[in-house]
């Protein structure tokens, strides 16, 4: 059985089933697989006939074998991934894979409705019920509410700042329901985020069971190799054959399931990690010094605002390194074999909006910003290194163009189509704000009455 340790090492080893239920780990690390069971390249060709679903199962029992039986394995990805993925082939060897088509379109679908199902099982085996808490200031909340909205076992509590979310990200929150709360807050993100770490520090609210879902919990992450497969399998013409990714990269959850894929004997060439003006990343690859931004910086790709992306703890880990939650390195990682496997180029808000002007210009399809700056990172790592052009290449469309209408239009003067799982939930009635939170005890009373 596939065990789990701290990337801070300071806490014993667990199976899946405590590292996905305890989420983050008692000593601040991360998560992190002992031992990355591979696939052989034959097997990875010969998933160019399976499905979605069927690719999901042959990449998720290879390492939840002896920790989810199969058939309850089969029915989680069954209900999580019941919707489309895309490929289309842009130029005659690069690729845009949408995996914007789910619930909320954005890929934190694929990780997101897979862990909620995963939780349910676990939990039923051991009859507990969690209450899951989440700040949000705009995406992760949506995707979180619907992919765990009619779970049995679990509630879920998003806070959302009021006045800073467009309509259409408060209507993926406050129409579901049922076990699912959606609370408005007259303030910015970061007073949500307060609210709820306090509210995880809080020893009366421990009876509760309280959890998380972001992208720190592994239950989250590894679902997130499945798109690799299944995109590098659309587009290869024989076994072993060799592919570039690039990564749209915030908290770095994608580029660390692509890694992951690759030690799963994924063959790919090179990942293109692709952030915004948060360059962090890029900036500690070419100096091998890592500065923290603080305050992130605001940018067109917001959901890559992020300054310490969390998950960097386990790049460095898969290179044999160690950084800390709060950036400190206490080990350098193999930075020969990091740099041969991943480049990260910045791209600014400027060439993130041209890009989106050319990218309709030239192919009559429309971008938005999170798969622009992909896009553009991977203009440049091909201007720099033609002699690799007969390399095919994926970049991931994490989101929907018809998230970011008023930036498009303004762009390219044509108003993206609205995607069906958008459609309804704008029609859908919104369940009123429960109740009104000035502080932060408002919030534990009202933790308290509603269960
Ligand atoms: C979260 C998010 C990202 C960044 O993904 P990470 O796994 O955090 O690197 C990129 N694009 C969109 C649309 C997102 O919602």
Redesign the pocket.
Known sequence: MIKFHSTNYNTPDVDFKTAVLKGQALDKGLYMLNKIPAIEHQEIFSFKDLSLQEIAFQVLIKILKEQIPEQALRNIIHNALNFEIGLKKIEKFDYLCYL?KGPTC???DFGARVLARIMEYFLSIEDKEIIILTATSG??GG?VAQAFHEMSRIKVVVLYPKEEISELQRKQMTTLGKNVTAIGINGKFDDCQKIIKTAFADKDLQVYNLSSAN?INIGRLIPQTIYYFWSYSRIIERPNEKVVFS??????????AGIIASRMELPVDKFVSAVNENDEFPKFLSSGIYTKIEPSRNCL?S??N?GN?S?LARIFDLYGGQIDENGTILKNPNMEKLKASIISYSVSDNLTRETIIDFYRRYKKII?P?GAVGWAALQIYRNNYSSQKQIKSITFE??DPAKFPDEIISLIKVKPKLPNALKIIQNKKEFPNPIDITEYEDFKLFINNYL
């Open positions: 914007s954005s890929f934190k995406d992760t995707a992208s990564v749209p990269s915030g908290n770095f959850g994608n580029l660390t790709s959901a890559m992020v992306p998950n938005e999170h994490t989101a």
